[in-house]
């Protein structure tokens, strides 16, 4: 019963600590939901009112909706791999858009299939040539810290792994935005075009439910132990009762109807 107690002291307190952590994982995804939702809604401004050269940009601006004029630079684009579309792993098309002012914001055009063969290009449909209004989803760039993908070395001509937006700038011959827009919509408009990349779903998950069961896994828990607890305390008490009637001694045998007491004479 020790060795039984002992485990109960570890293991209900292990099943509310994880309850708990299930619970703010469910709160975290909540509000980066929120965040989602609001910002998506809010009024779209210039890219110039949330974003700066050199500097990322911040958690609470992401998913804003982000306008930009320019011209694309095809010399300087990239392909992202392992990107999923609606017929599979593809690539994301990133395309810098030279603003008005100089300055460059990284655009992610949409998703385009893999082609035929490892030793080939994709089929990138180009974009609109001239003068360029683009309209946006504004995102924070990507890092191995934050996408758990980390680039590596040997991959295609212009192919990356992550939009590591400080690296990308860094072979580029003019300022970058910091972070990077997932293109929603451009004047004039490309047909053919990259397949737009969709807003992921603000679905939470399970972990509101894992955090429930994960106490109620405790309370079972400790509704086992009292119910063992108590027959253990009950067959113990019953035990001790037997003990106690045997010590008085059997009872002397009833003697037979009609024989005489051993040592009497006839009468």
């Not at 593809?90 to 603003?99: Q, Y």
């Not at 974009?127 to 040997?154: A, H, K, M």
């Not at 400080?166 to 929603?184: H, K, Q, T």
């Not at 009292?226 to 003697?255: K, M």
Request: glycine letters at 12%; proline letters at 10%.
């Amino acid at each position: 019963m020790l060795a039984f107690h002992a485990l109960v002291l570890v293991v209900v307190p292990s099943f509310v600590w994880l309850g708990f952590w299930q619970y703010g994982r469910w709160e975290d995804k909540a509000a980066a939901a929120a965040l989602q939702e609001a910002n998506i809604e809010a009024d779209p401004v210039p890219i110039g009112e949330l974003a700066s050269v050199g500097t990322d940009v911040p958690r609470a601006d992401r998913w804003r909706t982000v306008t930009a004029t320019g011209r694309y630079d095809t010399a300087h684009e990239l392909l992202v791999r392992n990107r999923g579309g609606s017929a599979g792993v593809g690539f994301h098309v990133l395309t810098p858009l030279v603003t008005d002012d100089g300055a460059a914001v990284l655009v992610n055009r949409g998703w385009v299939g893999l082609p035929p063969t490892a030793r080939e290009q994709p089929d990138v449909p180009p974009p609109p040539e001239g003068r360029i209004t683009v309209t946006g989803r504004l995102q924070y760039s990507e890092t191995p810290e934050n996408t758990g993908i980390r680039d590596r070395d040997g991959l295609p001509e212009r192919q990356i792994m992550i939009i590591e937006v400080a690296d990308i700038a860094a072979g580029l011959p003019y300022p970058v935005y910091g972070g990077f827009v997932e293109l929603a919509g451009q004047d004039p408009a490309a047909d053919p075009a990259p397949e737009p990349v969709p807003v992921p779903d603000t679905n939470m998950g399970m972990n509101l439910s894992y955090a429930v069961q994960w106490w109620v896994f405790a309370v079972i828990a400790v509704g086992g132990w009292f119910f063992l607890v108590r027959r253990e305390v009950r067959d113990a008490a019953a035990e001790a009762g037997g003990g106690s009637a045997g010590e008085a001694g059997p009872p002397a045998p009833a003697e037979s109807a009609g024989r005489p007491a051993p040592g009497a004479g006839p009468a």
